[in-house]
């Protein structure tokens, strides 16, 4: 084969690759989407987001294999790989995956909520007492208080009969 046609050949791989990782990547947002609900504006700026990358992406493969001109068979590599990732691998990896991380993301929840059950215990025995000791504190200044009040008066009723 001609070095030509070689480097046509390997441009359309290295466009149906592009095709592939773009939307691998993108169904990385639909497993994020499927275990975090998103209202339609954080959807909106996640696509904006993510296509301005992807198109950065590509105009740097443009760039870098054919000095930035657009061909079509390279539009149609990429559609191509787009196809064949998501019949063959597509929704059953977006599925999978949001399962997986869900089961994992339950079981780091339950994980916590074992540990932190006795922190909880300790905390509210805690709570009551200090709200114990609070409670006594105030009857013992209130006390104290009403000591140094009728002495106060005692000592000013000896000074005033003198």
């Known amino acids: 084969m001609s070095r030509d046609i070689i480097q046509e050949v390997s441009f359309f791989s290295h466009s149906m690759i592009m095709g592939i990782v773009i939307t691998f990547v993108y169904d990385w947002f639909l497993i994020i989407r499927k275990l975090i609900k998103h209202n339609m504006l ?59 991380i869900y089961k994992i993301m339950w079981l780091i929840f339950k994980f916590i909520q074992i540990v932190v059950k006795p922190l909880k215990w300790l905390f509210l025995k805690l709570k009551k007492l200090a709200d114990f000791i609070k409670k006594k504190l105030k009857k013992l200044r ?18 005033c009969k003198q």
Request: hydrophobic share 55%.
């Open 42 to 100: 954080w959807i909106s700026l996640e696509d904006m987001v993510f296509w301005f990358a992807c198109g950065i992406g590509v105009f740097y493969m443009l760039y870098r294999e054919n000095n930035g001109v657009l061909r079509w068979f390279t539009v149609i590599g990429a559609v191509i790989g787009m196809l064949c990732y998501k019949i063959l691998i597509g929704g059953k990896f977006v599925h999978i995956m949001s399962t997986c």
């Open 142 to 159: 209130n006390f104290i208080k009403n000591k140094l009040t009728v002495c106060i008066k005692m000592f000013r009723i000896i000074l």
